[in-house]
């Protein structure tokens, strides 16, 4: 039975009666008092871990079947073709057993039969990769033309077009087959730092307690944390955030040593292959200009002046004398209490959803009801939110960490546009070119939040209401654009740090932080007042090991709502070319797949019509609170 409405109509609790939304007394909720439609079902993928274990064994014996097409793939199109078809199902069912392993493992990352398992993916995944290392190389022997010529003549190799011509473009950072199989058996060590991390931030770590002005004694949990930072109480969030970041903090010698292995190991395969920087390095495997992210950088900097007008206004607002960080999350409107139940949030969520037509609204409610979505937080359960995809197959799969508040309906939409933007492409295209690249993986969910609030506007005629819901919007553009490119920069310093020799430590890392966040902040201008212990905030956010991962989520939030902005306006054709770049995956490099949407994201017009919209936005609540809505106290 489901609990959501779109499917089947049926209500039930969204937990078990003992369990209450948000736990009381920072108790933390077992997996199994939740009910089970709140939970995702893993048995889609493989009905338990023995079938698991069976397919990743079968994989495993299937690998040295690469083998047989060695130093023939140049002798004629037919051979070509059988290779690229092998290496392609291989890694078909290797993205299958990958994500079962690593939803399982992020139920509850305190067990260790999922780690052992995860374990074994990575390693499988540096086996298939040596086994593979030889294909780019012979490949890029071919006589000139070859490839060409090849395409031209067997129609088997139309999928692998996109890839084998990326191959000819990447020539000059392919090594040897002998180098690429080392480098592949390198893999399991590359992943080490990040495997670490995740173990002790998720599981390990002595999440610190903090007594509340209520009298609870609340154990900071990343998900308790989130929550508690937007406490109405400013004493509370001033607490939680000391407490956290002081907690962090004792651990910043470890923390500083896996992020320097991480950015160690990325300056290591860039250097093995060629590039002149990690950051060089990174932005190749998608064929995206550096000047892309020097842009954003620049641009976001030019355009601090508009974030500093958001924080004097949420000053005003919160009606304090002194805006502190601690300060940024708690909510704009006092009287305004915008919760809501996972039933309500999806009604809410398919009801915004509707200008992308019938089918679109379906799948949505397939989400819903057929369990892709595990919603509550739970002991031992990972931290955030996120969709995955990578199981071509079957279909999306949701991590959420839900509270009940608007920002986790947002995020709940967020990851729904990710599971869409998954959905079309695995539908539409061929394996071999689904998977769609990074750089535009954040325009599909950050253009569903964008609906989402256009909707919910316009459903409300409340002025301390509206204040809110723009409030919150404002909220995400703070997050995504300003504070992702902050940890964009604060990133390419860390990577360059590494570059020129200079010591990667916890403090080196913590001064390089909290004076970039000073900066973006303007605390030295009494804008926001970033306090000692903000320092540490960098060591526990995960992207930062996936190298030059962050800056996407700004370019992508600025190219989706402009994308946004022509459906909410009824421009002629704007859903059909949305519904068409969703359903693109990989077909092309990221910037052309937005050029065919419409979107230049090599010009400074997305940031800039961005700012425009949030200036917008700023006058209209400053209107408001003109008129008399009611705001904080």
Known sequence: MSFWFALTGSR??????????????????????????????????????DAWQIARAQLETGLPQLRAFKGTLGSSPAALAATFESLNELRRTFSRV??????????????????????????????????????????????????????????????????LEDILRRAAHTLSPEEERILADAGPMGSSASTIFTVLSNADFPYPHVRLSDGREVRLTPAAYTAERASAVRADRQAVMAAFFRGVGAFG???????????????????????????????????????????????VNRHLPTFHRYLRLRRRMLGVDELHYYDLYAPLVGTVNLTYTPEEAGQHIIA???????????????????????L?????????????????????????????????????????????????????????????????????????????????????????????????????IKGTVFRQTQFAEFELRMHEMAQRGDPVTGEALATLYVNLTRRY??????????????????SFIPHFYREFYVFQYATSFTASEALAGQVKGG?????????????????????????????????????????????RVMDEMERLIAAGATVSQ
Request: charged letters at 20%; proline letters at 5%; glycine letters at 8%.
């Open 352 to 374: 915004a959803m509707a200008p992308l037509g019938a089918e679109y609204v379906s799948v949505l409610g397939r989400a819903f009801g057929e369990r892709w979505i595990d």
């Open 98 to 163: 990958a994500v079962y392993a690593s939803l399982l493992g992020d139920q509850d990352t305190r067990a260790a039969g999922p780690q052992g398992m995860r374990q074994q993916v990575t390693q499988l995944a540096a086996a298939l990769n040596a086994e593979a290392a030889y294909i780019e190389p012979e490949v890029l022997r071919f006589p000139a033309g070859t490839v060409e010529r090849f395409l031209a003549e067997e129609a088997r190799l139309a999928p692998f077009r996109f890839d």
């Open 521 to 538: 902040y303007g605390h030295d201008e009494a804008v926001c007042r970033v306090d000692d212990e903000v320092a540490h905030e960098w």
């Open 376 to 476: 509550f937080p739970t002991a031992g359960k990972r931290s955030g939110a996120y969709s995955s995809g990578s199981a071509y197959d079957v279909h999306p799969y949701m991590l959420l960490n839900y509270n009940g508040k608007y920002d986790d309906m947002s995020t709940l939409a967020h990851e729904l546009g990710h599971t869409m933007h998954s959905y079309y492409s695995n539908r539409t295209q061929p394996f071999a070119t689904a998977g769609y690249p990074i750089f535009v993986a954040e325009v599909a969910s950050t253009f569903n939040e964008s609906l989402l609030v256009d909707y919910m506007l316009r459903q409300v005629t409340d002025p301390s209401v509206r204040l809110a819901l723009l409030g919150n919007y404002l909220d995400g």
């Open 253 to 299: 010698r470890t923390f500083g040593s896996t992020m320097n292995a991480s950015v160690q190991k990325a300056w290591f395969f860039a250097k093995a292959r060629h590039y002149t920087s990690t950051l060089a390095a990174s932005l190749d495997a998608n064929h995206i200009p550096q000047s892309v992210y020097s842009k954003l950088v620049e641009g």
């Open 12 to 49: 039930v609790s969204p937990l078990d009666p003992a369990c209450a939304l948000t736990p009381q007394g920072g108790g933390v909720v077992e997996r199994a008092d939740i009910a089970e439609s709140f939970t995702w079902n893993l048995a889609d993928l493989y009905p338990s871990v």
């Open 571 to 615: 421009a002629p054709g704007s859903v059909d070319r949305y519904l068409k770049f969703i359903s693109a995956g990989g077909s092309k490099y990221p910037v052309d797949l937005l050029r065919d949407a419409g979107i230049d994201m090599t010009s400074d017009e997305p940031l800039d019509a961005t700012m425009l919209t949030m200036n």
